[in-house]
Structure formats: structure tokens, C-alpha cells
């Protein structure tokens, strides 16, 4: 009977200390890097977003306007293709 009972507290305790175990792995959380947040940001963004473009060229001139006696930048981007670009 004193066996019995001993092999009950013995089992009893493995098994308590088991649990504990499995549960305080289980609250452990580990802290991304800013890199690893910035990536999945990054993923994120680009499987959200509408069209996306294989190759973008721009052109940057400056214009002389005489009213405002200032350079004006002109801007002109020409996007092709489908591929992983915003445009």
C-alpha cells in the first residue's frame, strides 16, 4: 500500500513538473529585430497594394518659369510591365 502511494506521488509529480514545463515554454516570446518587422512589413505592403510594375524610368528636367522667377521640376515616370514595383 506504502508502494502504491509512493509510486502515485512520484508519477504525480513527473507529471506536475511536465506541465509546468510545457506551460512556461509556452509563454515565452521572442522580440523581432527592427529588420525582421521592416521585412515583414515589406511583404505585407506589397501584397496589399494594386498594380505593380517590372521596370520604372523617370525623367527629372527643370524649367526656367519666368512668372515666379524660379526653377519648376518636372517630373515624368513611365512604368512597364507587371513585377514588383509601385508606380
Known sequence: ????????TFIAAV??????????????????????????????QSESQGMKYERQKQDITEIW????????KVVITVCEGKGSLDC
Open 1 to 8: 500500500m506504502k508502494r502504491n502511494i509512493l509510486k502515485i
Open 15 to 44: 507529471a506536475v513538473a511536465a506541465g509546468y514545463t510545457a506551460y512556461s515554454q509556452s509563454q515565452k516570446t521572442e522580440a523581432l529585430s527592427d529588420l525582421a518587422l521592416e521585412n515583414v512589413e515589406a511583404l505585407a
Open 65 to 72: 518659369d519666368d512668372a515666379s522667377g524660379t526653377y519648376k
